[in-house]
C-alpha cells in the first residue's frame, strides 16, 4: 500500500530564513508526487508537481528514489508562505489513478 | 471560470440525521472525489469516481455513500450522523489521463452535535 509521510505538523521560521518541508513516501511502482497548498480561508490547490520539475513561488522540490523523499525547499520564506502544505502521491492501480495524501504539514512564517 | 462548487458551505446537523453535501463542477472533467480533512489527519479519501457508472470507496467510506447523478454532479450522503463526522468535506476533480492535477472545491464545513 501506498502512504505519504510528512514528519512535521508544524514548521516555524522567521522570514528569510531558509524553509525544508519534509515529505517521504512508500510505494512499491513508479510514484508520481505533487506539493498541494492550502492559505488560510482558500482551497487547496497545485504548488508543483516532480515531473515538471518547475519552480513556483520560489519553492523547488526533488524527487529522491533512494530516499523515497520529495522535500519542498524554499530559500528565503516569506511571511505570504505562511499555509499548510500537503504532499500527495498517484500511483496506477490497474490503469486508475488513486491519489494519497499525507498529513500535511503548517507553515509559519514570522516577520 | 469553470470552477467546482460545493454546498451547503457550512452545516450544523444533530446525530442521526441524514445530510447530503453537493458537489457541481463545470471543468468537463471525469474524476470526482471527496475528502474530509481533520487537523493533525490531513486530507483522507471518501469515494471516488472515474465516470458517472463509476464509484469507488476510498480509505474511509464506512457512514458515507455517494451518487454520481451526472458527469458534473457528485454527492456525498451522511446516512445517520454521528459527532466524528463533524470536518471539512472538500470534493475535487481531476481530468482522465497523466497530467494528475486535482482541482479542489471550497470546502464544506460539517458540524454533528
Known amino acids: 500500500a501506498q502512504r505519504v509521510t510528512q514528519p512535521e505538523k508544524l514548521l516555524s521560521v522567521f522570514k528569510g530564513a531558509p524553509v525544508e518541508l519534509k515529505c517521504n513516501y512508500s510505494?512499491?511502482?513508479?510514484?508520481?508526487l505533487f506539493w498541494y497548498v492550502q492559505y488560510s480561508r482558500q482551497r487547496l490547490q497545485l504548488l508543483l508537481r516532480?515531473?515538471s520539475r518547475e519552480s513556483i513561488k520560489g519553492f523547488t522540490a526533488d524527487l529522491n528514489k533512494g530516499e523515497t523523499s520529495f522535500h519542498l525547499k524554499k530559500p528565503f520564506a516569506q511571511e505570504e508562505d505562511s499555509a499548510m502544505y500537503y504532499c500527495?502521491?498517484?500511483?496506477?492501480?490497474?490503469?486508475?489513478?488513486?491519489?494519497?495524501f499525507g498529513r500535511g504539514t503548517s507553515l509559519i512564517v514570522h516577520p | 471560470d469553470a470552477d467546482v462548487t460545493q454546498t451547503p458551505r457550512n452545516r450544523i446537523t444533530k446525530t442521526g440525521k441524514r445530510i447530503m453535501l453537493e458537489c457541481s463542477q463545470t471543468?468537463?472533467?471525469?474524476?470526482m472525489y471527496w475528502y474530509r480533512q481533520d487537523p493533525g489527519l490531513g486530507l483522507r479519501l471518501i469515494y471516488y469516481?472515474?465516470?458517472?457508472?463509476?464509484?469507488n470507496k476510498g480509505e474511509i467510506s464506512d457512514g458515507y455513500s455517494v451518487s454520481r447523478q451526472a458527469q458534473a454532479k457528485f454527492s456525498l450522503s451522511l446516512e445517520s450522523a454521528i459527532p466524528n463526522q463533524t470536518a471539512l468535506y472538500f470534493c475535487?476533480?481531476?481530468?482522465?489521463?497523466?497530467?494528475?492535477?486535482?482541482?479542489f472545491g471550497p470546502g464544506t464545513r460539517l458540524t454533528v452535535t
Open positions: 469516481s472515474f465516470d458517472v457508472k463509476d464509484i
Open positions: 510505494y512499491s511502482g513508479s510514484p508520481e
Open positions: 471543468k468537463g472533467h471525469d474524476r
Open positions: 475535487a476533480t481531476s481530468v482522465a489521463g497523466e497530467n494528475g492535477e486535482q482541482y
Open positions: 516532480h515531473i
Open positions: 500527495a502521491l498517484r500511483m496506477a492501480s490497474g490503469g486508475s489513478y488513486i491519489p494519497t
